[in-house]
């Protein structure tokens, strides 16, 4: 099964206490399909510009991810500069030059409109509904957002939000979303909105999951070097789907697992700047990492016969 | 088994954006106690003052509590003034009377000196000194403290730290007595003082337990309703010890559940003010709860044939 992700592939220019880097790859597209890539094949719509080096594009290439709705235009590739402070938990964006992302309308490639897996990574609500009207009928679409389209454009993302499976959002923007500063009360309000599932991302502390029926809560991997958290979230998302896509299994049990895996992939990406530690990951790490969580969540739980008093 | 615990018994007043209350039972030892009831007998060890009310004392008999080490001395019992924000994680002091606490000197009932289970809630460490060159032998010592003790009393502190077994703080006070932002170092450097366990609160996100060979992550129970955050950590550590001094298994296994009861304590204990919902609690509710925590945690992990790709 193959994935189709929309979303945007970028320069980052990423200031952390541990160092300093410019114009490194990065982009929501380009994380997403480099971890969902470990798992799954990857159909990357996005736009470039000019500037983007062959290096990159073979790098993408290298990782089974197919180019061919990644557009080249004039212009200069989406730039993003932030930096983080030592609690590593919010960017403070310092520069936002959209250059050709601007203008961006995604053209989903007839060959990948069949796509039974789709993820909408964090742009416009409206270019969201734009890709959900050229594609036929996948069996997951997962999508993201972001606090400025929450306040800018909330009458299309609510559209967005009836027509999606799985909303992947981090916190604040649930909160933000729902009005409800109570998460699980903002969890059943975003579920009321017409989201049968939904993952709240916590950073440092996990992931929860909601979808009306029970509740999964999963930490993040205890981490003694965070050196770069740009693209955890997108990373995360990769991994989720593309082992969603992988076993082809949507059941709860399923989703729970694809989680796991996400937040494995996610505590890998953040070890080192861009994309650096996902390009020397091997398999056999992500597999004992997930023994980790497995091993790290575990008790007993009510013993088979008797009870304390 | 039986469990000692020496600590505060106070009247606190709370407002909260859910109500205000005017001299409620609090304090460390009361909360403490009151949820390690559930599970193993309790020796309390604390002072109140003249206006102690019968009730107050009623209530902690009734639940089994022996009250021989409860002092009652001339003047006014502790009292604490607090506000709650709509996040509830962090109480903001309004006034803090110490009264009759101010000159608490811990003075253990011979009766009490054998105690296998020592629980030191949060006072002076010297104090906490104090009551342990009163004990025999205890075989498991936890402990608390807070900021103002981390910064007033640090060498005080690190003696303290040698001596127990399990160090229970939160993620706050974990980072200022290590120095470390990341937690995960702030863990290591706290083992290396020479604590055996420690166990580190997040609020709503939950436990970390860290003893040098592993890590356990427990969330918190999703609760809709956060009436009364006050005395959660003092009942998660109630909920932890009682189950242990139950159970007497010390073994990792042993902790890890013993965590999961505690913050089954905790969660109950938030839904009101004071010990209001403790007062009506039954054992299936605990049960349940308990259970509830294992769906809520529960994923595969890695197949046992077969991996993707």
Redesign the interface.
């Known amino acids: 099964m193959s994935i189709l992700v929309v979303g945007s592939v970028a320069y980052d220019s990423v200031e952390t206490p541990f160092g300093k880097e410019e114009r490194i790859l990065g982009g929501s597209a380009t994380y997403f399909s480099t971890s969902a890539s470990?798992?799954?094949d990857v159909n990357l719509v996005a736009v470039v510009g000019e500037d983007f080096a062959q290096e990159h594009v073979d790098f993408l290439s290298s990782r089974a991810i197919d180019l061919r709705g990644l557009t080249r235009v004039p212009g200069e590739t989406f730039h993003w500069k932030g930096r983080y402070g030592?609690?590593l938990n919010e960017a403070q964006t310092l520069e936002t030059h959209l250059n050709v992302f601007e203008s961006f309308r995604p053209q989903i490639p007839a060959e990948y409109t069949a796509a039974d897996y789709l993820f909408l990574a964090n742009i416009d609500p409206e270019l969201q509904m734009e890709v959900l009207s050229q594609v036929s009928r996948p069996r997951v679409v997962a999508c993201d957002t972001m606090n400025f389209w929450i306040a800018s454009k909330p009458e299309a993302l609510r559209k967005i939000i009836e027509r999606v499976d799985i909303f992947i959002i981090n916190e604040g923007e649930a909160r933000q979303l729902s009005g409800e500063?109570?998460?699980?009360?903002a969890a059943?309000r975003i579920l009321d909105m017409g989201v049968k599932t939904l993952i709240i991302k916590?950073g440092?502390?996990?992931v929860?999951m909601f979808n009306g029926a029970?509740?999964?809560?999963?930490?993040a991997y205890?981490?003694?070097?965070?050196f770069d958290p740009t693209g955890a979230g997108d990373t995360f998302a990769g991994g989720f789907m593309g082992?969603l896509a992988?076993?082809g299994d949507v059941s709860e049990?399923g989703i729970?697992?694809a989680?796991?895996f996400g937040s494995v992939m996610a505590s890998f990406n953040v070890e080192d700047f861009s994309l650096n530690r996902l390009k020397r990951l091997d398999?056999g790490e992500i597999?004992e990492r997930?023994?980790y969580?497995?091993?790290?969540?575990?008790?007993?739980?009510?013993p088979a016969a008797g009870?304390?008093?």
Chains 1, 2 share one sequence.
Do not use: C, W
């Open positions: 470990f798992f799954s030592y609690d500063p109570n998460l699980v009360k059943r916590r440092e502390y996990g929860l029970s509740v999964f809560a999963a930490p205890p981490l003694e070097e965070v082992y992988n076993t049990e729970r697992q989680i796991i398999y597999e997930v023994r969580f497995k091993a790290m969540t575990h008790f007993q739980g009510l009870s304390p008093k």
